[in-house]
């Protein structure tokens, strides 16, 4: 990073500007940087004798250009930098970032002697750097200094790769020597013959474990350091250079080209082949496949709800030829009852036309054959009316009125006398986490569908919606706007479906408010004062119950300040104070352990006492000691997945057991560690990611492929018979199949994932789940519109304490690498368990590496690390929740 040289060494560089260099270089030696009036610092350059040869002069620190070794590292090209510390700096910066196309400094080459100029060479000098983020991803790990560059792998065709030769030589000999037929590729594969050992390494990650010897051309193992490789990228308008380069990035081991190809056994006649055989990329026909393969297990209801699954989530472009093609299969059961074709078909489309009714879509949107009136039963009544009055009732929880406990009955008598009386009332159930709030919403469930009445039952998110019998997420359920304003209004009219089974409702049940934005809540009163004529009365007259704990997490506010979740919060709404507070205090989750439930609320209400450093102290016997090395956190796996071999098929240990932790990664972390534990064959299904508004290919797959954007399952999914899932979208919410709903895997296609529902209601259903495109849900967390066909799950072993929220999980492991971070995380991950015997807590200690770095400034001898038992946490509490 040497500037020019100019002025006198060489007047005529590009700098020049009036026998000046416009960039003021050779600068002055300075012995300590300065901030500069209104411009960069003026930085330390001294004057220590050091030079450097370039383009034949001799320069010293007056010549070099600001930089970062790690970002040129990296990006192994000419990146500037400044320290951005004056106003001005800042303001210039902000300035650049929008000020449209950038200017730069450029030279005519002069065509050589033969007015040829070299374009290729342009082209390849110039290219564009990827945002560091994105390289970040890219790479998974943070490059140091004094790491080698990045080493290009060369992606070639059989037999096309490049060959250097002498321009003396004859053309002849250089074909028929040994050396040219040796690239970096070949010779990847015969690493892999003569090491057996390095077959599960990628080539792109060869690099790591080898260093290139260029002079005899081939792979030595490597000694010491660690390089990154990157394989040359290639656009999918390349062809089969294009599928060469997919099957690089996912195949390890192979030995050669035709080993390459060779996929079960059968030798593909193109990449292309091998790649969509081993499911690297999309087929054209996975719809009809996935429905295919699911043929052969499905029952024809199943198969007409995956069809309806297919027709909502997954695009497909030609429905008509899908329904003709798979009729009959769907159709199977009614066939052998009715022999009328016609018959049988208006009813397998009246049974599709109810089940996208339920996931919000309209069968007239579809181009499939028209229903003719006289075959429908409804007589035209609303499918939520259908829907919400064949809710069944468990008998049970008739049952459950007798075993309330005071304060619950207490609250339940209110409840029902509202309902009775029917002029209204709006309830607040104020419940910390196991004081039987769901319970309670059962047994009034029970009771008022048991008299033929119709309760609606809905919670903010779709795990606490499965619990409850009936259960929908009340976004879905009232038809509330995705991004909700204040003075919103839900989107269902007055003539709706929703409207009418609103107005017929004796009870509405919101559970887990405390988790949505407070508009939301105040949309559902506007509409349902609108529906039922009454604007004077709050939510129309009609009888509603609210309920949630203010301990718990608070509704997401994207990058939000604790005075905009605050304000975002129920008790913020102008609703609150017309709410009847229905107090619940006794904790019968824990209630063998008198002493756990009372030390929770004083964490819920941020009571505990706090250290100098303001964290909490855990009790040491549910703490595990940390080394803070890599096995803390298979210990942690022990204490909560204990005897895994013997309980693998067992869906109850499954959905009982489980880690939660703070971030995706984390999560990410663990589930990976326990599927490698859990026995089985693995299956890995990979995504097809895209850019969709990248027409020219600027994102490499291999970069989209490494992205990892919250709520979307993983590029590469990894997963064996019967382990446990969690589904990341609201599918078919009125059949259980919820973002959140717990499942586990019982079989694989190619194109479709066989499961069983394992928690709430629906537990025990069989699901058929296709691939579906899945964007991020915020919008602005890439610079292009990323989208990735997947199937829609990713393991639940461990998840995040946000999904766990609202779930009773016995056997629970919080694993806290770094502090938690939001209000009411501690709060809620120790709630999860049913008795403090039940908890293992894993705080990592910091590592003795880094603090040895940090002491001494170079890395120590290592020495085996000692165990300690961290106890203490942050714990974050917003009081003004828990008492404005
Ligand atoms: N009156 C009761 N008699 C017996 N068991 C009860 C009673 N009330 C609640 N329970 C049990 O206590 C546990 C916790 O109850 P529940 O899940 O209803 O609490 P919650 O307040 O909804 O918790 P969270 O807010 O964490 O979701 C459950 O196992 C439930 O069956």
């Known amino acids: 990073m040497m500037h020019g040289p100019c002025g006198a060494l060489n007047p005529k560089n590009v700098c020049m500007q009036q026998n000046e260099c416009k960039c003021r270089y050779p600068q002055s030696f300075n012995e300590n940087t300065t901030q500069g009036k209104d411009s960069y610092p003026v930085y330390r350059r001294r004057d220590n004798g050091r030079q450097a040869k370039v383009q034949g002069k001799m320069l010293d620190n007056r010549w070099v250009v600001p930089y970062n070794p790690y970002l040129l590292r990296m990006f192994n090209c000419h990146i500037n930098v400044e320290v951005c510390s004056s106003i001005k700096a800042v303001k210039y910066l902000y300035k650049y970032i929008y000020k449209g196309h950038d200017r ?78 040796k690239s970096m590729l070949t010779e990847y594969f015969k690493a892999n013959q003569n090491h057996p050992w390095a077959r599960n390494i990628l080539y792109k990650d060869f690099p790591g474990r080898f260093t290139w010897q260029k002079g005899k051309k081939y792979w030595k193992e490597r000694v010491e350091r660690y390089q990154i490789g990157r394989i040359v990228s290639a656009n999918p308008s390349e062809g089969e250079r294009y599928y060469l380069c997919v099957l690089l990035n996912h195949v390890a081991g192979k030995t050669s080209y035709e080993d390459l190809l060779t996929v079960d056994g059968r030798l593909c006649g193109s990449f292309r082949e091998a790649a969509e055989r081993l499911g690297l990329i999309e087929a054209d026909n996975t719809l009809d496949d996935c429905l295919t393969e699911a043929e052969q297990w499905a029952m024809p209801c199943s198969l007409r709800r995956l069809f309806a699954t297919i027709l909502v989530h997954c695009e497909p472009g030609d429905v008509r030829g899908l329904w003709d093609r798979h009729f009959e299969p769907m159709s199977d059961d009614y066939r052998r009852s009715h022999t009328c074709r016609i018959e049988v078909e208006q009813m397998v489309l009246l049974d599709i036309r109810g089940m996208l009714q339920s996931m919000g879509k309209d069968i007239a949107d579809f181009s499939l054959p028209c229903i003719d009136d006289a075959f429908d039963p409804t007589e035209g009544e609303a499918r939520e009316v259908i829907e919400e009055s064949n809710v069944d009732f468990d008998i049970n929880d008739t049952k459950l009125a007798s075993s309330l406990n005071l304060e619950q009955r207490v609250a339940y008598n209110e409840i029902l006398a509202s309902v009775e009386r029917g002029d209204g009332g709006v309830f607040f159930v104020d419940g910390p986490g196991g004081t039987g709030k769901t319970f309670l919403y059962r047994a009034l469930l029970a009771k008022v569908r048991s008299k033929g009445n119709i309760a609606i039952a809905t919670a903010t998110s779709g795990v606490a919606a499965s619990i409850m019998p009936g259960g929908r997420t009340a976004q879905s359920r009232f038809k509330i706007p995705l991004s909700c304003d204040d003075g919103a209004s839900c989107t269902f009219t007055k003539q709706s479906g929703t409207a009418k089974l609103l107005r017929m409702a004796s009870l509405i049940l919101w559970d887990e408010a405390t988790m949505t934005k407070r508009q939301a809540v105040e949309a559902l009163d506007n509409s349902m004062r609108d529906i039922m004529g009454r604007r004077d009365r709050p939510f129309g007259g009609k009888t509603v119950v609210f309920g949630g704990d203010f301990r718990q997490v608070l509704p997401v506010v994207r990058r939000g300040s604790r005075d905009q979740i605050i304000d975002a919060t129920l008790r913020s709404s102008h609703l609150w104070k017309g709410m009847r507070q229905l107090r619940l205090v006794t904790n019968m989750r824990a209630h063998n352990d008198t002493w756990f439930p009372d030390y929770l609320l004083r964490v819920g209400n941020g009571t505990e006492e706090v250290d100098d450093q303001g964290n909490i102290r855990l009790p040491e016997d549910i703490c595990v000691p940390s080394t803070g090395e890599g096995d803390d956190l298979e210990k942690l796996i022990d204490h909560v997945f204990p005897r895994l071999d013997d309980n693998m098929s067992d869906p109850n240990y499954m959905t009982s057991h489980a880690i939660l932790s703070t971030t995706n990664d984390n999560v990410e972390k663990i589930n990976i560690r326990m599927v490698e534990r859990f026995r089985g064959e693995e299956v890995i299904y990979h995504s097809f990611d895209s850019a969709e508004d990248d027409p020219y290919g600027y994102y490499a797959p291999e970069f989209l492929n490494g992205l990892a954007p919250n709520g979307l399952p993983p590029h590469a999914l990894k997963l064996k018979l019967n382990c446990p899932v969690i589904l990341l979208r609201n599918i078919d919410p009125a059949n259980g199949l919820c973002n959140g709903t717990r499942l586990v895997v019982r079989g694989f296609e190619r194109n479709a994932i066989d499961a069983e529902i394992v928690i709430g209601q629906h537990a025990g259903r069989r699901v058929f789940l296709p691939r579906i495109p899945l964007c991020p849900s915020d919008n602005g967390m890439f610079p292009f519109k990323f989208k990735r066909k997947q199937f829609p799950v990713r393991l639940s072993f461990a998840m995040t304490i946000n999904k766990a929220q609202g779930q009773t999980i016995p056997i629970v492991g919080v694993y806290l690498p770094n502090p938690v971070f939001s209000h009411g995380q501690l709060y809620v991950a120790l709630s999860r368990a049913t008795a403090k015997r039940n908890i293992k807590i894993l705080i990592e200690k910091e590592k003795e590496k880094e603090n040895a770095k940090k002491q001494s400034g170079k890395p120590k001898k290592r020495k085996r690390p000692a165990l300690s038992l961290q106890t203490s946490m942050k714990n974050i509490v917003y009081k003004e929740v828990l008492t404005g």
């Open 104 to 181: 730069a400094s450029f030279r005519i080459d002069q065509p050589d002697a033969d007015g040829n100029i070299d374009e290729i060479k342009k082209y390849v000098d110039a290219r564009w750097v990827t945002p560091p983020e994105a390289m970040w991803r890219i790479f998974g790990f943070p490059l140091c200094a004094n790491d080698p560059p990045v080493l290009q792998l060369p992606l070639h065709l059989p037999n096309m790769h490049r060959v250097a030769f002498n321009e003396q030589a004859h053309l002849t000999d250089v074909v028929a020597s040994e050396k040219a037929s």
